[in-house]
Structure formats: structure tokens, C-alpha cells
Nanobody, 121 residues
Framework: EVQLVESGGGLVQPGGSLRLSCAAS????????MMWVRQAPGKELEWVST????????MYADSVEGRFTISRDNAKSTLYLQMNSLRPEDTALYHC??????????????RGQGTQVTVSS
């Protein structure tokens, strides 16, 4: 059974940083591209970033480019999202997901329950 469990969310002031983690199990983590997506209240699901299975290639949504960094540790079956210079508009429930391929957009087959990130003063 595929399981994706996110952690690391919380309340942070504008300009602050958070690091999200996603522990994966139930599949060969190193064989799959992975992504982060987010959903703010009342808004549609938004794709944030994707990383290739080996971790060498990454892509980002324009809204987070230059502020967020996606990474992975295949030995630990863990995906990360380092978020810097956070803005109130980054407030959302953040999910990690197993990507169907290394491509733009929220094309995935499994998604975790999410971790809440709130950016507010």
C-alpha cells in the first residue's frame, strides 16, 4: 500500500521559512518522480514543484520559483520542500504526491493527507 505522510507545517510570519517533509512507503521511492501540490481554502489545487526520480531535475510554479526548493533523499524515501521568504498567499494545505511522470502540473496517482502551512503576522 502506497503511503505518503507529510510533516513540518505550522504558523510562520511573512518572510519566514519552513521545511516540509514527506515520508514515503509502499513503493520503490527512487523509481518515481515526486511533487508537491497545495490547496488554499476556496481555491483549486495548485501544483508547486516536481523533482525527477534521481533528484537531478526540478521544476517549479512561477509563484514559488526562487523561494522554494524541492529535494529528496532516496536512501530515506523522503521528499522535502524548503520554503523561504514565505508570503500570506502561500497559506495552504500542502500535499506530497507521486508523479505520473516528470512534467509540469498536478499529474499524480497518489497523494498524502497534507500538512497545513499558515503565513500570518
Amino acid at each position: 500500500e502506497v503511503q505518503l505522510v507529510e510533516s513540518g507545517g505550522g504558523l510562520v510570519q511573512p518572510g519566514g521559512s519552513l521545511r516540509l517533509s514527506c515520508a514515503a512507503s509502499g513503493f520503490t521511492f527512487g523509481d518515481s518522480a515526486m511533487m508537491w501540490v497545495r490547496q488554499a481554502p476556496g481555491k483549486e489545487l495548485e501544483w508547486v514543484s516536481t523533482i525527477s526520480n534521481g533528484g537531478r531535475r526540478t521544476m517549479y510554479a512561477d509563484s514559488v520559483e526562487g523561494r522554494f526548493t524541492i529535494s529528496r533523499d532516496n536512501a530515506k524515501s523522503t521528499l522535502y520542500l524548503q520554503m523561504n521568504s514565505l508570503r500570506p498567499e502561500d497559506t495552504a494545505l500542502y500535499h506530497c504526491a507521486r508523479a505520473k511522470s516528470f512534467s509540469f502540473g498536478p499529474k499524480y496517482d497518489y497523494r498524502g493527507q497534507g500538512t497545513q502551512v499558515t503565513v500570518s503576522s
